[in-house]
């Protein structure tokens, strides 16, 4: 998209001058020489290094302790925040703590000083230690860049929905040029946990239930992300937000089958096919040891049978949990040991465990050296494959151009676009006609900045299309556009309602946009219920009593119950929080100049108390002749409707049967029976017909998203390994 340019600036002129200097006479240890393998330079610096700067670089350096904690920054206006960053010196946070890491420096300077103070460190860092380490410099990239100005794509459980990895692939190479630009070599992205219980407040941060689509989405992450040089960290190692009842990092105490089958492919598939430079352990235990102590996950598991060459970061404040969450540790320094002696490498956000009384247990003998080695190692061989040594200079210039630049924002609008399901559409009401001439827009996610967990907190609507803002683009001078908020998403006030009714009456429709937000869904917000909070219920069926057509627009980031209102609306539109370009990509659905095609990775349930409900269940013992609704599901998993029709036709198979190493290719031709061009996502699924244990009644194994004009007809073939048809014994 665009060319690296030269730095402008005196201070990264200066400190060029400085690498330079630095490298010629680099080659008087062999770590410097980047001509040499990346296993050699390992192998040299950590020959030279004290024992004291091997304990440094498992450490993490949450610089907001230097301005008296997390509280005092975050009650800092964003002006105030600026400059407090501006003016932080890298050598006097040298002086305090070693330069493992990072954490979450950058996030408020715009682009061009975010820069500025990532070569500050990396000058500080590399010029003026002992050994010349780079710093590795972390922060959050779930949808987006998680920084000032940087582009805001949909969020992951939205991506999902758009059953699209190549797409997936083109976002996260974006996400890593623009933190790259910035000096954050380190995301901790993305989440490939499982969401089998949508009470989960963190459903959203997932690829879904499936482990086949999450598998795929993980891997084009990864991919797309270390394709800039920039630390992909799949997490939360392993099986999170699926305790009982959905419950954020509780125990876990699954079958190894379980996990095997159903929690672990995603992270393997980061690891063996996209080659993850970095994996976070999680809060939860599994089996009754914490999973940023458990030796079998992260030790055997990990690195043994996955061949894992990278490091292994606890989530914030997991090592720590060791003794004061799961009580295994009687002090911090033996939580330390218990973690880094079971695989875990690099603790974040802070050296809670890794600090003064683990070091003094390290010179005691207490801590084993080949523990410390292969942590130290593991660290180091990113940082040299990362380039950190011999390029850890940015471009500020560069940095403030290619940020939510017009071809990123071109991306966001495309993957908001295919994130869209459709979800009912009774009587062809969608799509609307563009020669309305009056139209109601309602809701509490109307007009306000809906983007979910993990974004940055300052966005403004002059960078934000809302679907008021949006609608009000697509429709003709012509049409009247009237809007009431209506009600809030939380609160039980119904003093908006009047207003509501009142232009819903003398409009020709409403389109009502509800859903959720950061108040009532994201971390530390699992949830008991699933229906729309507050009044948002009651608002939408006093709306449709006008007798108005009704659309629903849900802005969200999982399953929502609808039973209260679904027949009381012609139309539903599943949005997820679709990121910077949303409200336009709303509006080319309501009017047709896009047709829906995205596909549910979830299962909606009826109501919560089906929950946990999945579609690759185990079948059930019993068998009933009447209808049993309580495992019927609203909408399935891969539901989604569109504004044209397909047709499937000539299934083909071959071979009739196949070695254990061998493949059947599977085609099908897909027509476009309609009259708009649209998207279908051709789903390939296996069910296993005798087998020796019990096998789920459908497995995902395959899918295709393609686009067809109307009469157009493609071919879509599938090529299923014998391998895929595996089950552990």
């Given at each position: 998209m665009f060319s690296q340019k030269s730095a402008n600036s005196k201070l990264t002129r200066r400190r060029k001058s400085a690498r330079t200097k630095s490298q010629q006479k680099s080659f008087t240890n062999s770590y410097k020489n980047p001509n040499l393998p990346v296993e050699k330079r390992v192998k040299d610096l950590l020959s030279r290094m004290t024992l004291e700067e091997k304990i440094d670089q498992l450490r993490v350096y949450f610089w907001v302790n230097a301005l008296s904690g997390w509280e005092t920054y975050f009650n800092?206006?964003?002006?105030?925040?600026?400059?407090?960053?501006?003016?932080?010196?890298?050598?006097?946070?040298?002086?305090?703590?070693g330069w493992g890491g990072m954490a979450i420096l950058l996030r408020d300077l715009p682009p061009e000083d975010a820069a500025e103070k990532s070569n500050e460190i990396q000058h500080t860092a590399l010029e003026k230690t002992r050994s010349g380490i780079p710093v590795l410099i972390h922060d959050e990239g779930l949808h987006g860049l998680l920084c000032n100005g940087a582009t805001s794509f949909p969020q992951a459980i939205g991506m999902a929905?758009?059953?699209?990895?190549?797409?997936?692939?083109?976002?996260?190479?974006?996400?890593?040029?623009?933190?790259?630009?910035?000096?954050?070599?380190?995301?901790?992205s993305p989440t490939v946990n499982i969401a089998r219980d949508v009470r989960a407040g963190r459903t959203e941060e997932t690829y879904g239930e499936d482990p086949y689509l999450t598998s795929r989405m993980a891997v084009a992450f990864v991919r797309g992300l270390q394709s800039q040089k920039v630390v992909a960290t799949p997490k939360h190692f392993v099986a999170n937000f699926v305790g009982d009842g959905g419950r954020d990092s509780n125990a876990i105490h699954f079958s190894e089958r379980l996990l095997r089958e159903i929690y672990l492919p995603a992270f393997e598939a980061s690891v063996k096919e996209s080659d993850a430079w970095s994996i976070m352990s999680a809060y939860n235990s599994y089996d009754g040891v914490p999973c940023s102590c458990h030796r079998w996950l992260l030790t055997d598991v990990l690195r043994k049978e996955w061949k894992f060459r990278g490091f292994v970061v606890s989530d914030y404040g997991?090592?720590?949990?060791?003794?004061?969450?799961?009580?295994?540790?009687?002090?911090?320094?033996?939580?330390g040991i218990k973690a880094l002696e079971a695989g875990l490498d690099m603790e974040l956000p802070s050296p809670d465990c890794f600090g003064r009384e683990f070091l003094k247990a390290a010179k005691s003998g207490r801590v084993s050296k080949k523990a410390i080695d292969r942590a130290v190692s593991s660290i180091l061989r990113v940082k040299f494959l990362l380039g950190l040594f011999d390029e850890p200079y940015?471009?500020?210039?560069?940095?403030?151009?290619?940020?939510?630049?017009?071809?990123?924002?071109?991306?966001?609008?495309?993957?908001?676009?295919?994130?869209?399901v459709l979800l009912k559409n009774d009587g062809n009401l969608l799509p609307l006609s563009p020669k309305l001439k009056s139209i109601a827009v309602i809701g509490p996610n109307a007009d306000e900045i809906r983007l979910g967990g993990y974004s940055w907190a300052h966005y403004t609507k002059d960078k934000i299309v809302t679907p008021l803002q949006g609608i009000r683009n697509k429709v003709s001078e012509r049409t009247r556009v009237r809007f009431a908020e209506g009600c809030k998403v939380c609160d039980t006030s119904r003093d908006?309602?009047?207003e509501a009714i009142k232009i819903a009456r003398v409009s020709e429709v409403a389109v009502l946009c509800?859903?959720?937000?950061?108040?009532?869904?994201?971390?530390?917000?699992?949830?008991?219920?699933?229906?729309?909070?507050?009044?948002?219920?009651?608002?939408?069926?006093a709306v449709a009593d006008t007798g108005v057509p009704v659309v629903v627009v849900l802005i969200n980031g999982s399953a929502i119950t609808m039973l209260n209102w679904i027949d009381k609306v012609s139309a539903i539109l599943e949005a997820w929080y679709p990121g910077e370009e949303g409200g336009t990509a709303i509006a080319d659905v309501l009017f047709g100049d896009y047709t829906p095609g995205g596909k549910l990775?979830?299962?909606?349930?009826?109501?919560?108390?089906?929950?946990?409900?999945?579609?690759?269940?185990?079948?059930?013992?019993?068998?009933?002749?009447?209808?049993?609704?309580?495992?019927?599901?609203?909408f399935p998993f891969g539901y989604g409707l569109s504004y044209t029709t397909f047709e499937y036709s000539n299934l083909r198979i071959s071979p009739k049967k196949i070695s254990t190493r061998g493949s059947v290719t599977i085609s099908v031709d897909v027509t476009n029976t309609g009259s708009y061009k649209g998207d279908e996502v051709v789903q390939l699924y296996i069910h296993d017909v005798v087998a020796s244990v019990a096998r789920p009644v459908k497995e995902l194994k395959g899918f295709k998203r393609i686009t067809l004009e109307?009469?157009?007809?493609?071919?879509?073939?599938?090529?299923?390994?014998?391998?895929?048809?595996?089950?552990?014994?």
């Open positions: 800092m206006s964003l002006e105030e925040k600026i400059e407090a960053v501006k003016n932080l010196s890298a050598e006097k946070i040298m002086r305090k703590i929905s758009s059953w699209a990895p190549e797409l997936v692939e083109q976002v996260a190479q974006i996400i890593g040029k623009e933190a790259k630009a910035r000096g954050i070599r380190q995301l901790l997991s090592v720590l949990g060791i003794m004061e969450k799961h009580n295994v540790a009687k002090t911090k320094a033996e939580a940015v471009d500020p210039t560069y940095a403030a151009e290619i940020s939510d630049c017009p071809e990123h924002r071109a991306i966001a609008l495309k993957m908001a676009r295919e994130s869209i908006g309602f009047q509800m859903g959720n937000s950061d108040e009532t869904e994201g971390e530390g917000k699992d949830r008991a219920n699933l229906d729309l909070p507050g009044v948002q219920e009651e608002l939408i069926k990775p979830i299962t909606f349930p009826r109501s919560v108390g089906q929950l946990p409900l999945y579609y690759n269940h185990l079948p059930t013992g019993r068998g009933y002749d009447y209808v049993d609704m309580s495992g019927t599901p609203l109307p009469a157009e007809t493609k071919k879509v073939t599938f090529t299923l390994r014998a391998q895929q048809l595996g089950f552990y014994n």
